[in-house]
């Protein structure tokens, strides 16, 4: 290693710093992955991982030092990666956060991970190295990460993912392992999946940046399935610019495998990062800031506006009026299509079957009622209800219905704005325990991320600021952006603008 590099601790670099200090070989794969397996390991108080193999992951780097080494190098060859356990992974266990996959191995990895790694058929992976699995809510269900039936690596039971912020605080959900791991340098970079705002509001709880694409963009094939037609994949890292690289690697066309991929070739989304965004224009949701957003967010958000105007974006009022229906409609959508995909654990196709049983209903039920925890159960009994005979057009039918209308209120506002900003949640994250029996308020808090999900929008989250009242002190703010259909490149330049501007991306959690 080079004097320079051995100066800076090896958590601190990126994605692109760490990519070209493998390039040009100031440091091994195998260093960088070594470096990290320990990190992890020296803090998993904080729950973040639920799977670690050192073996499997130095093999991978070894591979990527083969690669560095003949100059067959893939764009981010041998930087170091962890992936949210809903992604099926070789060589390492597919939970989903749920007792029904506990030991559950694939035999194949998903689109997103082999694209990230070392590749699909057809398709020259990045070269990333795989550092384990993380923590995440059973099926991607919940905002809190505190609905995960799987005991953390280095604890013997179910544990809580803590906020390095604060530890006494959730991470946010579902995706708040993989936010953890960034947020606490464990990990430089994650993959996520945003169903209903699981990319964004972790990323905003531990401020760091994250970025949901537009529906279809990247493959779900290998996404263990929550509700078909909401589910993404998107990176979750420290800077636009990282996330850029990520998705950049993620993206693409996968149509033998996910129908519902779309065919739109993959897309190079740093290249117009350094853009100038004067006259961007940025439409501000009249309903994004009504009286249920906390002061705090609000001030955080306002003054992220201002430095924006400075940028030269022009600050748009807009509506989009059916904002508050959003909840009441995921809310029939996402268990009804849940309540269908996770029919299929049935404890005879996959992962867990009861032990004793008289018949094979009984056999079923018993096996469905140990495998699924409360949340998902609640769910699949929602959906179900919504679904059947009677209820269907009373509830589902109409809330498709409504769905309609949200993506076109988005549409109405793409007329006299480019991007729509505004908060992710409208408060930091909470406390851990502290809404945990409370399913309601729960779902109350996806307000902000729910529209864009459910028109199919991309969406990204960027840190803007810290609270400042005495209970919430020193926890981070995110904000949100919303593009038009793959408008990611132009989210991503926003975002990239702003935090060439400002640092509150570089700050990172006391002791971290
Ligand atoms: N919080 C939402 C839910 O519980 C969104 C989750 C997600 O995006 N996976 O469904």
Same mark, same amino acid.
């Given at each position: 290693?080079?004097?320079?590099?051995?100066?800076?601790?090896?958590?601190?670099?990126?994605?692109?710093?760490?990519?070209?200090?493998?390039?040009?070989?100031?440091?091994?794969?195998?260093?960088?992955?070594?470096?990290?397996?320990?990190?992890?390991?020296?803090?998993?108080?904080?729950?973040?991982?639920?799977?670690?193999?050192?073996?499997?992951?130095?093999?991978?780097?070894?591979?990527?030092?083969?690669?560095?080494?003949?100059?067959?190098?893939?764009?981010?060859?041998?930087?170091?990666?962890?992936?949210?356990?809903?992604?099926?992974?070789?060589?390492?266990?597919?939970?989903?956060?749920?007792?029904?996959?506990?030991?559950?191995?694939?035999?194949?990895?998903?689109?997103?991970?082999?694209?990230?790694?070392?590749?699909?058929?057809?398709?020259?992976?990045?070269?990333?190295?795989?550092?384990?699995?993380?923590?995440?809510?059973?099926?991607?269900?919940?905002?809190?990460?505190?609905?995960?039936?799987?005991?953390?690596?280095?604890?013997?039971?179910?544990?809580?993912?803590?906020?390095?912020?604060?530890?006494?605080?959730?991470?946010?959900?579902?995706?708040?392992?993989?936010?953890?791991?960034?947020?606490?340098?464990?990990?430089?970079?994650?993959?996520?999946?945003?169903?209903?705002?699981?990319?964004?509001?972790?990323?905003?709880?531990?401020?760091?940046?994250?970025?949901?694409?537009?529906?279809?963009?990247?493959?779900?094939?290998?996404?263990?399935?929550?509700?078909?037609?909401?589910?993404?994949?998107?990176?979750?890292?420290?800077?636009?610019?990282?996330?850029?690289?990520?998705?950049?690697?993620?993206?693409?066309?996968?149509?033998?495998?996910?129908?519902?991929?779309?065919?739109?070739?993959?897309?190079?989304?740093?290249?117009?990062?350094?853009?100038?965004?004067?006259?961007? $224009?940025?439409? &501000?949701?009249?309903? =994004?800031?009504? !009286?249920?957003?906390?002061? +705090? /967010?609000? #001030?955080?958000?306002? *003054?992220?506006?201002?430095?924006?105007?400075?940028?030269?974006?022009?600050?748009?009022?807009?509506?989009?009026?059916?904002?508050?229906?959003?909840?009441?409609?995921?809310?029939?959508?996402?268990?009804?299509?849940?309540?269908?995909?996770?029919?299929?654990?049935?404890?005879?196709?996959?992962?867990?079957?009861?032990?004793?049983?008289?018949?094979?209903?009984?056999?079923?039920?018993?096996?469905?009622?140990?495998?699924?925890?409360?949340?998902?159960?609640?769910?699949?009994?929602?959906?179900?209800?919504?679904?059947?005979?009677?209820?269907?057009?009373?509830?589902?039918?109409?809330?498709?219905?409504? $769905?309609?209308? &949200?993506?076109?209120? =988005?549409?109405? !506002?793409?007329?006299?704005? +480019? /991007?729509? #900003?505004?908060?992710? *949640?409208?408060?930091?994250?909470?406390?851990?325990?502290?809404?945990?029996?409370?399913?309601?308020?729960?779902?109350?808090?996806?307000?902000?991320?729910?529209?864009?999900?459910?028109?199919?929008?991309?969406?990204?989250?960027?840190?803007?600021?810290?609270?400042?009242?005495?209970?919430?002190?020193?926890?981070?703010?995110?904000?949100?952006?919303?593009?038009?259909?793959?408008?990611?490149?132009?989210?991503?330049?926003?975002?990239?603008?702003?935090?060439?501007?400002?640092?509150?991306?570089?700050?990172?959690?006391?002791?971290?």
């Amino acid at each position: 290693m080079t004097t320079s590099l051995s100066q800076t601790s090896l958590h601190d670099l990126g994605v692109q710093q760490l990519a070209a200090a493998l390039a040009s070989k100031q440091i091994s794969a195998v260093e960088a992955a070594e470096y990290f397996l320990n990190r992890g390991a020296a803090h998993s108080a904080l729950g973040a991982y639920v799977d670690v193999n050192r073996e499997v992951t130095l093999a991978q780097a070894g591979a990527c030092d083969a690669r560095l080494a003949a100059g067959t190098a893939g764009a981010l060859e041998g930087v170091p990666i962890a992936h949210k356990d809903i992604f099926a992974t070789q060589g390492f266990v597919t939970t989903a956060g749920s007792r029904m996959l506990k030991d559950y191995q694939s035999p194949f990895d998903a689109t997103v991970v082999a694209k990230l790694g070392a590749g699909v058929a057809g398709i020259a992976g990045a070269g990333m190295v795989t550092l384990g699995k993380l923590n995440c809510d059973e099926f991607a269900m919940g905002s809190s990460n505190e609905n995960s039936a799987v005991a953390p690596v280095g604890h013997d039971a179910p544990a809580a993912v803590r906020n390095p912020w604060n530890t006494d605080r959730i991470p946010g959900g579902s995706s708040g392992g993989s936010a953890v791991a960034v947020a606490a340098r464990l990990a430089p970079a994650a993959t996520g999946t945003d169903t209903g705002g699981s990319i964004r509001q972790p990323a905003s709880f531990c401020g760091i940046t994250g970025i949901k694409p537009t529906y279809g963009r990247a493959s779900r094939y290998g996404m263990v399935a929550y509700a078909s037609s909401l589910d993404q994949a998107g990176p979750m890292a420290r800077s636009a610019e990282d996330c850029a690289l990520l998705l950049s690697a993620m993206c693409g066309p996968d149509l033998d495998r996910d129908s519902t991929s779309l065919d739109v070739p993959a897309e190079d989304y740093s290249r117009s990062l350094n853009d100038s965004i004067e006259g961007l $224009r940025i439409g &501000i949701p009249q309903e =994004f800031f009504g !009286a249920g957003l906390s002061d +705090d /967010v609000r #001030a955080a958000v306002n *003054a992220a506006l201002a430095e924006f105007e400075k940028l030269g974006a022009k600050l748009v009022p807009i509506s989009l009026p059916r904002t508050e229906l959003s909840i009441p409609v995921y809310y029939i959508i996402a268990p009804a299509e849940a309540s269908s995909n996770l029919s299929r654990f049935d404890g005879v196709k996959f992962g867990h079957r009861a032990k004793q049983y008289t018949d094979l209903a009984d056999m079923y039920q018993k096996t469905r009622s140990e495998g699924f925890g409360e949340e998902v159960q609640r769910r699949i009994m929602i959906g179900t209800y919504v679904l059947s005979h009677g209820y269907y057009d009373a509830y589902y039918l109409q809330a498709q219905k409504i $769905r309609r209308m &949200i993506a076109d209120d =988005f549409q109405n !506002a793409f007329k006299v704005c +480019d /991007v729509i #900003a505004g908060p992710v *949640a409208p408060t930091v994250a909470w406390k851990l325990g502290e809404k945990s029996d409370d399913p309601l308020a729960n779902y109350l808090a996806d307000i902000f991320t729910l529209p864009a999900s459910l028109a199919g929008l991309p969406g990204m989250s960027l840190p803007v600021g810290f609270s400042n009242t005495a209970q919430d002190q020193g926890m981070p703010i995110g904000m949100q952006l919303i593009g038009n259909y793959f408008k990611e490149a132009q989210l991503l330049n926003a975002a990239h603008r702003f935090q060439l501007a400002t640092d509150f991306h570089a700050a990172k959690p006391a002791g971290y």
